[in-house]
């Protein structure tokens, strides 16, 4: 008899980070050379490094020299240099030419003909709620080195093979980039939650906390159910007003309130990204009628879910 498993519901919140690729590039820069990229939204962006160097340089003030093997992950798409040196002038990211491959995959050669670096670089958008409300908490920027012992020889090996993979491309390669390049990403997050200084309150640590985990990771499951304070307080083996108590404690929220809110984001999603009818979303969120759900969304979200289609 296989021994059970203790839920974990932080992982399957990193099981819902689905990441769309919007965009990738694989620039060689020669020396020297140094590149302003613009706000990119509320994205994430991965630069990793497979030779050479990069001087990356935050707006806040915060930097990093990056060697091969090692990758920044900038969790908000905020503006960022990156540089050969720090006296390298900045061209804008968009004033460079690139060859474009495909809608999604790029090549770039650009610099002033001194060493080599060479880069992969990804930006990506997440796909689910639960995947969206953790990088909103993360911090501005993740360091990566895949010298480290805690990574794994791993990270090392699968930036050499993107390397090898973007400098000698074959059928599918842009699909071996993305791919890894997903990875990579979830292996930065993962790092930050065991090793990064991760909040004790708040929504990451009533997903770790055993009790109410077990009942946040219930109702992510499936959020369309007729969950009530009840249900959920037998999720996390608990009493009614002790589990209402300890959910608001640590998330500063009441527990349908939560429910409610968590809906509307998964509506707005949907609405947003799909051509599905009103009712069908509603059905999905667990809404018998669309006046109903039209209703909650607007008060959750201050719009109708019309207004927030066209939008």
Known sequence: ??????????AD???????????????????????????LGDQLVLVAVTEGSCLLQLKSGTQFCLRPGQMVLLTHGQPVDLKS??????????????????????????????????????????????ASHLTGLLPEAIFLDGFEAAS?????S??????EEARHPKPGGETVLTRLTDILVV?????????????????????????????LQAFHRAPQEAWTIETL????GMSRSAFAARFRQMTGEAVLQYATRWRMQLAHRALKESDRSLAEIAADMGYDSDAAFSRAFKRVLGRTPGAARKA
């Open 187 to 215: 292996q930065a997050i993962r790092s930050w939650l065991e090793n990064g200084d991760v909040p004790e309150t708040g929504w990451l640590a009533a997903l770790r906390d055993r009790k109410i985990g077990r009942a």
């Open 13 to 39: 919140v990193l099981h819902l980070l689905r990441l769309t690729g919007t965009f990738y590039c694989v620039p060689e820069l020669t020396a020297p050379w140094g590149i302003a990229v613009p706000d």
């Open 233 to 236: 307080a037998q999720q996390a």
């Open 152 to 156: 794994g020889s791993w990270v090392q």
């Open 1 to 10: 008899m296989e021994p059970s498993l203790e839920p974990d519901p932080l």
């Open 85 to 130: 040196s720090e006296e390298s002038a900045l061209t804008p990211l968009f004033d460079i030419p690139a060859t474009r491959h495909t809608p999604q995959f790029e090549t770039m050669v650009f610099g002033g003909g001194g060493d080599v670096t060479r880069m992969t670089c990804g930006v990506l958008r997440v796909d689910h709620a639960a």
């Open 158 to 163: 699968t930036l050499n093979y993107l390397a």
